[in-house]
């Protein structure tokens, strides 16, 4: 049994940390919203007054936060020292997290002599529940090898992507396709309704040429096309995630040209107070 820290515990984290109570480990959680430490406490989770209270005493801490900003204030602001963490602890960020915030909690955590991973996630919170998240990790494969059988418990499929910051890159890239798909799933979709065409006919041809993509197969049938826009993904993340994107491809000097206007769209949702949406509602934008 171990000792961890679970930081964040929302759509995501609360399902993650229980698979990890049901794992028999011993899970001290923080979020600072009640609601969710509640229903943490109800699975068997013990309840941390606060993120460094869930820091203390942790073998593995994992913090599962909106953006690496708020693991940034965790860590760095806080200012957080080796006396923060029991020794031989490993810090997780499997937070979705812009990959040069990343860079720099590797850098401070490796100067006071903590191991690190980032370990963003892909798929759903219906997978987060099932522990059949795809986990993409980077750092050393020592520290891996420590961290799979934690890693385990809320993954089925792990991806060495390389060392410090590639787990955050590989899955900003992976994020950059799939958020700018949804602009082009919602175009495609409003055009087939208004040209007339049954969209479930249009769904089964389409899945069955190269215009298929993850959005015409799972998320739209499950969100937009029932009309139910209670956030699988919050429209907000998606687009925080694509502007990482976007950033990061300027930093490296490649293009984003169709990035860009989906970025336009998206923002478009948030202006209008609609960011805590799935992220599918970019079909009712659309339609305009
Ligand atoms: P969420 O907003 O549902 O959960 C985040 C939780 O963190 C909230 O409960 C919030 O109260 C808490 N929080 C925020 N700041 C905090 C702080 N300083 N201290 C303690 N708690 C704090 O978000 P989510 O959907 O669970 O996503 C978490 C991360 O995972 C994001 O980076 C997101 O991009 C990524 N992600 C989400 C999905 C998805 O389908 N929802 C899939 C893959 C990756």
Redesign the pocket.
């Known amino acids: 049994m171990a000792k961890i820290g679970f930081?964040?515990?929302?759509?995501?984290?609360?399902p993650m940390s229980i698979n990890l109570i049901n794992g028999d480990h011993k899970v001290t959680g923080?979020?600072?919203?009640p609601d969710?430490l509640s229903a943490f406490q109800r699975a068997g989770g013990e309840v941390a007054k606060s993120?460094l209270e869930c820091i203390e005493d942790a073998q593995f801490i994992i913090t599962?936060?909106?953006?690496?900003s708020?693991v940034y204030?965790?860590l760095i602001n806080n200012k957080v020292t080796t006396n923060s963490f029991l020794p031989g602890t490993i810090f997780i960020d499997?937070?979705?997290?812009h990959p040069h915030t990343t860079d720099k909690l590797h850098k401070h955590l490796s100067k006071i002599n903590i191991e690190m991973l980032d370990a963003?996630?892909?798929?759903?919170?219906t997978m987060?529940a099932s522990g059949k998240?795809l986990i993409m990790v980077g750092g050393t494969k020592t520290t891996l090898i420590k961290a799979e059988p934690i890693l385990n418990l809320m993954g089925s499929t792990i991806v060495h992507c390389g060392g410090a910051g590639m787990g955050s890159r590989m899955?900003i890239v992976n994020?950059y396709m799939t958020t700018v798909t949804n602009l082009v799933t919602a175009e495609t979709l409003n055009l087939c309704k208004k040209s007339g065409l049954d969209i479930d006919l249009a769904l089964k041809t389409m899945r069955q040429t190269t215009a298929t993509n993850g959005h015409i197969d799972k998320s739209y049938p499950a969100r937009a096309l029932q009309n139910n826009y209670d956030?699988?993904?919050?429209l907000e993340?998606?687009y925080?995630?694509l502007q990482i994107g976007i950033d990061l491809a300027e930093q490296i000097g490649t293009p984003t040209v169709l990035g860009k206007e989906a970025s336009k769209v998206y923002k478009t949702g948030i202006d209008k107070g609609l960011g805590k949406l799935d992220w599918t509602y970019m079909y009712e934008l659309v339609k305009g």
């Not at 930081?7 to 609360?14: A, H, Y």
């Not at 923080?30 to 919203?33: E, Q």
């Open positions: 930081i964040g515990l929302g759509t995501m984290g609360l923080f979020d600072k919203n969710k993120s599962m936060l909106p953006q690496s708020d204030e965790i499997m937070t979705t997290s963003p996630v892909g798929r759903t919170s987060a998240l899955k994020n956030p699988i993904f919050a993340l998606a925080k995630d």
